[in-house]
């Protein structure tokens, strides 16, 4: 759990740094940077949008292997 924050940080950072890239004159990176913060707002929108018309979340449609009877 540890190791998966840290490399959570250490993207979060390398993130910031390749904006603070673009916003100092390296406009080739805005287009490919914008594309994360678009599919975030668009998931987070489909979730909320889900949630106020009380969609329910898909079932699974598998069963675990410890769910099985011999």
């Known amino acids: ?3 998966t924050r840290v490399i959570i940080v250490l ?3 390398f993130y910031v740094f390749l ?3 673009a916003a100092n004159g390296v406009t080739s990176l805005v ?3 914008i594309i994360p ?4 707002v668009l998931v987070a ?5 889900n949630r106020f018309m009380g969609i329910e979340p898909r079932k ?3 069963q675990d292997r410890d769910d099985e009877k011999e």
């Open 31 to 33: 287009a490919p940077l």
């Open 11 to 13: 993207g979060f950072l």
């Open 60 to 62: 699974q449609h598998f």
């Open 45 to 49: 929108g489909g979730v909320a949008l």
């Open 19 to 21: 904006w603070v890239l």
């Open 37 to 40: 913060v678009v599919l975030a």
């Open 1 to 3: 759990m540890r190791f």
